[in-house]
Structures are given as C-alpha cells and as structure tokens.
C-alpha cells in the first residue's frame, strides 16, 4: 500500500463534543447489529434508546455521538429519536477484504453523564463480484505416458465475495480424457483439479483445449471460465521434488522494494527438457502476487511491494517447480513480517474547554482526547504525558482515552495562560513521539480588593484658594482584569460629625482626583481629615480604604494689629517723659500681634515719622520706643511719633500707631538702663567698683537728707489734693488676638494703668504698669513657630 493511500485510511477529522463533570461508565455489555453492504444511504440500522433502556425526552440533552475505531463516519445517530443510519455506502470488501464475518466495532458515547457503549456492526456480504480466474489462457502440457487418475491441480478462481457468494462450483467441458475433481485448500477453499480418465495419445490428438468454468452460491449465481490448452508431450517419469515442504522466513515490515525474501530450490531426476524446472506460484491470492515475485529460473523470491505489518501480519505462498515434461512439485513458503516502529503515535482530540474561571475546583475536565498507535506489542504501547510543574494531571478514562482535569485552584493573577504540550511517546526502539500543543486561558473573577499607593495621603492646601481647586490626587489598582479591575473612588463618612466634609473637598469617582469645594481658611481650620473608598465593580464589589490629611497652608492675609496703644479711643494716648531721662530711656511699648503663623507673623517695628527726628528710636524687634539721646530744654514739649509695624509674609502686611509723647519737668522716675548699660557695668573692673562704693559711702548722708526733703514735699502735696482722682483708662482686647509668633513680641495681653494728678498745676507720672490678660483658647491649638 502506498504511504498517501494508508494516511489518507488513517487520518479522518475526529468529531467534536464536550464531556460534562460527572462520573463515566462503561457498560459492559456489548451491542451487535447487522447490515447489508451497499446499502443506501440513510438506511435504518437500530435504535439505541431500546438497548439503554433509556426515554427520549433526555437523549438530545446527553449529546450522543458514534467514534468507529478508524474514526471514519460510517453511521450517523439521531440525537432525538436515537436511531442510527448508515452515513455512508459500504463496500464489504474494501472494508475486510476475504476476512470473514467483517466486523466493525465503534463505540457510542453519551454526556452528562459521561457512558460509553461497545457495540459491533456486521456487514453482510451480498453477490456483487463473478468468479474470475487470474489467467484467461491456461497451457497444460500433459505426457503422453501419465498413467489414468493422474490429477492436474488448476489455478483457482477468485472471488471477492465470501461465504456461499464466494467460488463454490467447478465445471468442465464434457470430454472423454478428463473430469474434474474439486479439493479443499488449507484455507478453506475449493480449487480444481483434472484427473485423466484414459491414457493421451500423442499421435492421435497432439492438443485440445477445455473450458473450465467456475459457480459461486449466489442466488442468481455468478460465473466465469478460462481456457485451458491442454498439449500432449512425450513421455516423462520424474516429477520435481523440493529441498523442504515448507519454508519459513522472517523479514521485516521496512525492507526495500526488490529485497530478496527466500530462494527455493526443487530437483528432477529427469534429462533434457523434462529436468528443466521452471518456478512459479500455484493458486495465490492477488495480494500475494502484487507483493512476491518469483524467478521463473533461480527460485528466488523478491518483494514487489512494500510490506505493512498493520495490514497483513504474514503470508502463505504456495509454489510449484514444473519440468519440461509438466510434472510438477509442490512446496510453501510461510512468509511471517516483522513489525517494526515505523507509526508514531495519533492524538484526536475530541474536546476542549477554555477558558476555566481562577475559582474552578479541582479535577475539572479541560480537555478529552484518545491516543492510538498502528504497530504491535512493544511498538504499540504508548505512555501519555504533559510537562512538570503544571496544575494539571492527565487521567486515563476508557480504552484509550485521556482526561486532562486541574489538579489544584488556579489563579489568574500568578499566571493567566497555560501552553500544555501533550506528549504521546510508545515503547518501541526507537521510541516515536507525537505532541501536540494546547492552550487554556483562566478567566478571572473578583477575588482582589483594590489596594491604594499609600496607606495614608498627606495634601498641602494654601489658603484663600479658588473653589473647584484640584489639591491631590489617590490611587488604587486592582489585581483583577476587565470590570472586576475597574475601581471607583469616594469618600467615606467622617468619624468627627461636626466636619462638614461635603462642603469642603469632593472626589472624582473615576480618576480618583480630589478638589476643594470652597476656599479654606487657615485661622479657621489648619488640618481636617477623612478617609476614601476605592471599590472595584466586580460581582460582589470589593473595597478598601484610606486616610487623606489635608493641611491647609498659611498665607499673609493678615495685617498686623496694634493692641498698644489702643487707636480707636476717644482721646489718644499720651506717654510721659522727664526731661532729665537720660539716652535709652523706656518710653513705651507698641504691643502689636499677627492673626498668620510662622513666618508670616514674624513682626518688625519701624518709625515712619517724628517730630523731632533723631530724638527718639524703635526696637525693631520687641517695638519698644526708647529715647535716643540726652533731652534738653531746647526739645519741644509734645512729640509726635508714627510707627510701622510689618509682618515678614510674602507680599508683607503692615499697620501704622501714632504715639504721643509729653516732655515734662521734675517727673520723678527711677532710671532704667538699656540692659546693654547693664552688661557693661558688670563687665568693669573692680577699681571701679570700688570707687562707686567710696563715693556712695561718702554721699550717704548728702542723698539721705535729699529724699527726706522730697518725701516731706510729697506728703504735704498729697494731703493739699487728698480729694483729686486718679483716672485709670481699662482697655479690654479681643479674647482672640493671641500672639503666634516666635519672636516674643507679646507672649501675654497687657493692660496699662496710667494715673495723672493735678491740683497744683504739677504733674507727675506714675510707672506702667503690666496687667495680665487669661484669654481663653480659641479653636485648636496654635502651633508656636521656632524664635527668630
């Protein structure tokens, strides 16, 4: 058989169907059914719903399929009636050749569940082929000294038919020398043979010729003849004899064409042309003579054909040595190939579902597949195999069926496609192997939450801004794929109830961008908190949350307020000074805070203007107003002084205070150096200490008697205007205004009590003096900025 011709028997497109979870039997029992061969088709063969003992109703739902061995598609089953018909038209022959009964065997498959059924198809053979016999013209050459009942064994018709329609008659035409004599063949078959009834007569009748005729059993019968020339030659007493009655050889099934399988060899006792031998076949089947050939001469026997163990595992070869005088010898050669491994293996796949969901429990069937191998014993094993490391196993089902099931949960995220390769490998030397490559991908389900960036978000906000302002943004991914990745964002109600989170920030549910809604106000709130949710929009949605810490950046919105001196009084503040204060003199503080924070309440003092310049000076940092030299009495009486208070922000903020200043005569006040002064005298030498205590021993009694002159003039004076007052202005400020800054210009609120007396025309000036202010807390906790 030629290579094309045996694939294309081999090949054939395996029908598809899918194999639910559930558990599969085999029944035990074996279906026959019967068919004549050429048969239309669409001819009814059974009903299988008889055989199962199964209603219609639920055999469309069960998916019933018929897989013959070969895979060819002989019959077809009706998946609602559960009859079956022939597919096709069957040709007995082809299919079994002179095997007789021809029996195809196939398998009838049912799902859900899973059933198989072994079932036999016998096809009957009908008389569609005549006798024939293989040689049209047979010469038999005959001495004239046989003997009678010498036996002429003929070629045998062939028929193709078997049974009775197979060759079952012989018949000759009626002659006086011959009649005809019916033998049975090791085979089982009927071959012809002419005994001679009466010695032949060369002189008489040197040849004639008789017409064989061969009957089969059909009903009507068939028939076909062949000529046979019969030639009378002389007289030969020997027939040739074999070396062996039977010759056995081996040879295997990939041996070349023209390879030599045996050579026979006959002898005859005979001379001259009677004990010349010629070799030939003695009633062979076509098959043998399309696959041997004998030499006429040698005896030698060579392949004509390729052998295929597959299709005819060995050969019966009978062969004859005829002389010159037509005598012949018989012998056989019982021709045994051996299979070699020359088939790989087959896979047919038969189902195969994809995609399995990540969530799939274990052994869930993914593919079904049948595997086969056409040579024999160890060359026709086979072991099945996928790769290591795989969550899949391979389980054998039924005959040679596989089943790839999931041998543990899957997971999607760790790995989304499996590339399996099936190997299908048999035991023959050398070994052969078929692969064939399958691809399963793993659908995913919600089993991820979304996981934000960060556990907590930290946004800076600057005051004063613009409504709608985009101030940050979150994220969070999704494990998942598709719409079980696809997360949306919002925000979560606030643990403090008294947030108003709805009016401050909002949050884009797609992109997960937050704005404010309106414009914060850092002396209001400075940090505000809430947390978001990202859910996912899987079934059913998965969530998680996060914090996000909004703190709200200062700006210099504020200018700076003056709480000393107090600007919207009715009658401005006036500071009195002695003329005989001296350079550095405390005059008064401008007490001044910023409602800003950090930098931005960083405040300096400054004098814009004065009366007289030069005469008086601010600290920058403190605001204290001190004089800047020795007064005289050539200095005016009223001084008018406007200072700039401004803060460090960025455009800054400033307030301006006017201070009123009054020189007066014999104002008593104790002397307050600059605390400069002060360093500088502790700093001198001890000749200089001494020195002061010399003198303040020596003036002792001159300042003694100086205060008492003073304390006397003072007590007189007091009692002159026991009924004057003492005006004592209280200033109250704002609870609020609490200095922020770090440099100290006003850690506390002050009041100021300034009492002038009158009466004598002589005014005097008693010393400031601080009162304390307890002002409540105002919102949260005010953050103290580093001191300058």
């Known amino acids: 058989m030629e290579p094309g011709e045996r694939r294309a028997l081999q090949i054939r497109q395996v029908l598809l169907f899918f194999v639910f979870l559930g558990g599969s039997l085999v029944c035990s029992e074996t279906w026959r059914y019967s068919v004549t061969e050429e048969m239309e088709i669409g001819t009814f063969i059974a009903n299988v719903v008889k055989d199962m003992s199964s209603n219609i109703e639920n055999l469309a739902a069960r998916g019933g399929r018929v897989i013959f061995d070969d895979y060819k598609p002989y019959l077809r089953l009706d998946p609602q009636t559960g009859n079956l018909f022939l597919n096709e038209r069957l040709d007995r022959e082809a299919l079994c050749d002179l095997t007789e009964p021809c029996i195809l065997h196939f398998q009838v498959l049912f799902e859900n569940p899973l059933q198989f059924f072994r079932t036999e198809l016998l096809v009957k053979d009908i008389n569609d ?16 000294g046989a003997s009678p009942g010498t036996s002429f064994q003929m070629d045998s018709a062939q028929d193709l038919d078997v049974g009775k329609n197979g060759v079952q008659n012989y018949t000759i035409t009626p002659n006086p020398h011959f009649h005809l004599k019916l033998q049975d063949s090791d085979e089982g078959r009927k071959y012809p043979e002419l005994v001679l009834d009466q010695s032949l007569d060369r002189e008489k009748e040197p ?34 004899k074999f070396e062996k009655l039977v010759y056995e050889v081996q040879i295997p099934e990939n041996s070349p064409v023209d390879s030599l399988v045996i050579k026979v060899s006959a002898t005859d006792l005979d001379a001259g042309i009677n004990g010349e031998l010629t070799y030939s076949f003695s009633h062979v089947s076509r098959d043998i003579r399309k696959t041997f050939e004998i030499h006429p001469t040698s005896g030698e026997v060579h392949l004509k054909a390729l052998l295929d163990f597959e299709l005819i595992p060995s050969y019966t070869i009978n062969i004859q040595a005829i002389d010159g005088g037509s005598l012949s010898g018989k012998s056989t050669i019982l021709v045994r190939v051996v299979d070699v491994n020359d088939n790989p293996p087959e896979i047919a796949m038969t189902s195969l579902t994809s995609p399995i969901p990540e969530n799939s429990s274990p052994e869930v069937v993914v593919a079904v597949f049948s595997v086969r191998d056409q040579d024999s014993g160890e060359n026709g094993r086979m072991v099945c195999s996928i790769q290591d490391n795989l969550p899949f196993l391979l389980k054998p089902t039924f005959k040679n069926f596989y089943t790839l099931i999931t041998e543990r949960p899957l997971d999607r995220e760790m790995r989304s496609e499996y590339n399996i390769t099936i190997t299908v490998t048999d035991l023959g030397t050398p070994n052969l192997k078929t692969e064939q490559n399958i691809t399963v991908l793993v659908s995913d389900v919600n089993d991820n939450t979304p996981t934000f960036t960060e556990t907590s978000y930290t946004l800076f906000v600057r005051e004063n801004n613009s409504p709608a302002l985009h101030i940050g943004t979150i994220s969070a991914t999704d494990r998942d794929s598709g719409t079980n990745a696809q997360v949306t964002y919002s925000l979560l109600p606030p643990q403090d109830p008294h947030l108003p989170l709805g009016s401050l920030v909002s949050i884009n549910a797609d992109n997960g961008h937050l704005f404010a809604l309106r414009a914060l106000d850092y002396e209001a709130l400075q940090a505000f908190e809430f947390r978001v949710g990202a859910t996912d929009r899987g079934s059913p949605a998965l969530s998680s949350e996060a914090l996000v810490r909004v703190v709200v950046v200062d700006a210099n919105d504020n200018s700076p307020f003056v709480l000393y001196p107090l600007q919207n009084g009715s009658a401005p503040c006036t500071e ?67 200072v700039l208070v401004k803060d460090n922000g960025e455009p800054p903020q400033s307030a301006s205070v006017t201070l009123h200043v009054l020189l007066v005569d014999g104002f008593s006040q104790p002397y307050l150096p600059l605390p400069e002064a002060a360093a500088e005298q ?28 003073v304390a006397v003039r003072l007590c007189r004076r007091h009692r002159a205007v026991s009924a004057g007052l003492c005006s004592v202005p209280g200033v109250h400020f704002p609870s609020h205004l609490v200095d922020i800054s770090g440099t100290e ?34 919102g949260n906790e005010v953050e103290k900025a580093p001191p300058l």
Not at 749 to 776: I, R
Request: glycine share 6%; net charge negative; hydrophobic share 45%.
């Open 207 to 240: 040849e004639f010729c008789l017409t064989l005729s061969a009957f089969d059993g059909g009903s009507p019968p068939r028939s076909g003849t062949t000529l046979i020339c019969v030639v009378v030659l002389d007289i030969n007493d020997n027939a040739p």
């Open 576 to 642: 009195l000074v002695p003329r005989a204060a001296e350079a550095g003199y405390l005059v008064t503080k401008v007490v001044a805070v910023d409602g800003d924070s950090g930098q931005n309440a960083w405040l300096s003092f400054q004098l814009l203007k004065a009366t007289e310049p030069g005469l008086f000076s601010v600290w920058a940092h403190n605001g204290e107003v001190r004089t800047a030299r020795l007064l005289s009495e050539r200095d005016a009486a009223k001084h008018r002084l406007l």
């Open 682 to 709: 502790a700093q001198a030498d001890s000749l200089t200490v001494y020195l002061v205590i010399a003198l303040a021993s020596v003036s002792s009694l001159f300042l003694f008697s100086v205060v008492l002159f």
């Open 745 to 778: 210009t006003l850690s506390q609120s002050y009041q100021y009590e300034v009492c002038l007396t009158g009466g004598s025309g002589a005014s005097e000036f008693k010393f400031l003096k601080p009162v304390t202010l307890n002002l409540p807390p105002q």
């Open 129 to 144: 082929h005549a006798p024939m016999f293989l040689d049209k013209h047979i010469l038999l050459k005959i001495s004239e």
